[in-house]
């Protein structure tokens, strides 16, 4: 194992606090430090920093396109795809509970000019293809916006963080094809779906335009995403995160984390992501059997007496207590006490994610404290 185990001073804020409210929260690797400390830097705006340019071939490479672009957030890479996707007034197809039109501050509408047509996913985080071919506008109508991109979020947040299989993203290139309307995967936690369905990342978006992935979650960096996709696209890409103010110098000290993160060798953080996906189903096990924990609801999981595990195979536990949203306040309160975070989320929900520094040892001390917050909260 790679976690950091019990080393409490390790820990996000050096707290010595579990914090399970996002897998931003973990700190770099021992590896990542020290590579940052030596890196080779030049100007990443003068397109001659080496180590940028090493990690911008090798996650193209990775992911089997073209060209790759180092970006500050999963937020800016979305938000670069789009601005070199969609014309002003063009419209995004997305999955209604997705990133972009939740999380992103509609930065597609202020930066971009775009309208969005929000499609509602199926429990399994797909949005249905014949949903998605039907929003598709009417492009000789000039009543309509014409749809410029479908996005498809791998893996899907808000429904366990569920990963989208090379299936699906077949079928849906097949269902486009007519409108010749591109693919952008949002992909934040791309390398967990990889891992959950033990799959390679290029089947994941060979039927897709465009990518990004978060080296700042799963995979441990601190900083950064990379988008992916063809030369033409990532020049334009490149001048829109130039226009955002995220043209960044002697960034491949950061850049250095992230090549240590997709690296085949034992520093890699890719396949030790798989530990994480345990720790997270032995804690939805634990929940499942505790009073007052109940399924999530909403398109996360159908409503149902009590948490279904099987709904985990990422590192997202999603989950309500009855009680409403002040029992649900009281109750983060009391894990808080205990020194566990979690993190009140959409539709009344909590959310609990594994990560990169938290050990089988840590699941069973956070198991420990729910079970007391929730008699606490009562």
Known sequence: TMGYGADAAKRAGGSGRIDLRSDTVSHPTPEMRRAMASAEVGDDVFEDDP?????????????????????????????????????????????????????????????????????????????????????????????SAITSLVVVENCHAHTFSR??????????????????????????????????????????VKDAESATFCLSKGLAAPIGSVVVGKKDFIFKAR?????????????????????????????????????????ARVLAEALTSMKGVISPGHNAQPEGDRLDPNRVVTNFVIFKIEGGLKRREKFLDELEKRGVLMVAYTHGQIRAVTHYGIDAADVQQVIKASSEALAASA
Do not use: C, W
Not at 249 to 259: C, E, N, Y
């Open 51 to 143: 180590t940028v340019i090493e990690l911008e071939e090798r996650a193209a490479d990775l992911l089997g396109k073209e060209a790759g672009l180092f970006v500050a957030s999963g937020t800016m890479g979305n938000l670069v795809s789009v601005m070199a996707h969609v014309p002003r007034g063009g419209e995004i197809i997305t999955p209604a509970e997705g990133h972009i039109p939740n999380d992103e501050a509609a930065n597609y509408a202020v930066v971009a000019g775009a309208g969005l047509r929000p499609v509602h996913e199926l429990p399994n985080g797909e949005m249905p293809i014949d949903a998605v071919v039907d929003a598709i506008q009417d492009a000789s109508d000039p009543h």
């Open 163 to 204: 990963p989208i299989t090379p299936t699906y993203m077949k079928e849906l290139r097949a269902a486009l094809k007519p409108a010749g309307v591109p693919i952008h995967v949002d992909g934040a936690r791309l390398f967990n779906a990889v891992v959950a369905l033990n799959v390679n990342v290029r089947d994941l």
């Open 239 to 279: 001048r829109a995160r130039k226009l955002l103010g995220g043209g960044m110098r002697q960034v491949g000290i950061l850049a250095a984390a992230g090549l240590v993160a997709l690296s085949d060798g034992p520093e890699g953080t890719v396949k030790r992501l798989a530990e994480d996906h345990v720790n």
